[in-house]
T-cell receptor
């Protein structure tokens, strides 16, 4: 069965303390892996799409990487405004119904 | 360029009433997707539509739920005879092409509370 697991469920960091969020997936035929940021009471905001193992993408303090079994979202020197829930999703086929979201990692950055 | 718009943002319905949720995709986007998010859970796919066509409704409950995306106007997710278990955040997303090629852009969601 296709599955996406994110860890940890919650992460509290001090401002400037770098860390990584994990997204492990078990799918047949990965077509793409997506990272989103979601603030309380709002819709997910698109961050990155990764298509193949070894691919990396960066945006400000965030860098996403992809292997054949997992993806990492690295956060370098985070600031309080980086506090949010980070969602990972994978597309396991050509149909939209094959987009599977993880339950997210709640990231909190203390000043 | 306005983003994906959803209304209402909050909706309260009594058990047995109907709920209508509206979604206007981003300009130039002809593909619309609906998701449901329960507290502490991930987003669950419900239905994928293009103008005047339902492409994939495999994630939508067979009864009480329906969706449409008419030629003119917003996409509508309709829930008839709501029950408490329908309480959730419902998100709409749009993309210019099939999602296998392009990322989705989400609206702010409609939070449905069934009392």
């Amino acid at each position: 069965e296709d599955q996406v697991t994110q860890s940890p469920e919650a992460l509290r960091l001090q401002e400037g303390e770098s860390s990584s969020l994990n997204c492990s997936y078990t799918v047949s035929g990965l077509r793409g892996l997506f990272w989103y940021r979601q603030d309380p009471g709002k819709g997910p905001e698109f961050l990155f799409t990764l298509y193949s193992a070894g691919e990396e993408k960066e945006k400000e303090r965030l860098k996403a990487t992809l292997t054949k079994k997992e993806s990492f979202l690295h956060i370098t020197a985070p600031k309080p405004e980086d506090s949010a829930t980070y969602l990972c999703a994978v597309q396991a086929g050509s149909s939209a119904s094959k987009i599977i979201f993880g339950s997210g990692t709640r990231l909190s950055i203390r000043p | 360029n306005a983003g994906v718009m959803q209304n209402p943002r909050h909706l309260v319905r009594r058990r047995g009433q109907e709920a209508r949720l509206r979604c206007s995709p981003m300009k130039g986007h002809s593909h619309v997707y609906w998701y449901r998010q329960l507290p502490e859970e991930g987003l669950k796919f419900m239905v994928y539509l293009q103008k005047e066509n339902i492409i994939d409704e495999s994630g939508m409950p067979k009864e009480r739920f329906s969706a449409e995306f008419p030629k003119e106007g917003p996409s509508i997710l309709r829930i008839q005879q709501v029950v408490r278990g329908d309480s959730a955040a419902y998100f709409c997303a749009s993309s210019p092409r099939q999602v296998s090629s392009y990322e989705q852009y989400f609206g702010p969601g409609t939070r449905l509370t069934v009392t």
